[in-house]
């Protein structure tokens, strides 16, 4: 079971690395918090993402939409600072 959440960890780093740079383009950034047990993905929103009144809708339609279309068994990913 390790092995297999190790595993899902390294994918969704993969996927926040090829979202980062969108993020990144607005002065944003994105860190990975964690992978709960119940596969949801916690992260913070750093920089202008941070404090930016659209934070919300870039996380769940940019950030949790590519990493659900491509890790369909992730179920949602939330910003600890938000």
């Given at each position: 079971m390790?092995?297999?959440?190790?595993d899902?960890?390294?994918?969704?780093l993969?996927?926040?690395?090829?979202?980062?740079?969108?993020?990144?383009?607005?002065?944003?950034?994105i860190?990975?918090i964690?992978?709960?047990?119940?596969?949801?993905?916690n992260?913070?929103?750093?920089?202008?993402?941070?404090?930016?009144?659209?934070?919300?809708?870039?996380?769940?339609n940019?950030?949790?939409?590519?990493l659900?279309?491509?890790?369909?068994?992730?179920?949602?990913?939330v910003?600890?600072?938000?």
């Amino acid at each position: 079971m390790e092995n297999s959440k190790e595993d899902l960890t390294r994918k969704v780093l993969n996927v926040l690395d090829q979202v980062r740079p969108y993020l990144q383009q607005d002065g944003g950034d994105i860190a990975f918090i964690e992978l709960t047990e119940d596969n949801v993905v916690n992260v913070e929103l750093t920089g202008a993402c941070g404090s930016c009144p659209y934070s919300t809708m870039t996380l769940k339609n940019g950030v949790e939409a590519t990493l659900k279309k491509v890790l369909p068994e992730i179920k949602e990913v939330v910003a600890i600072n938000l």
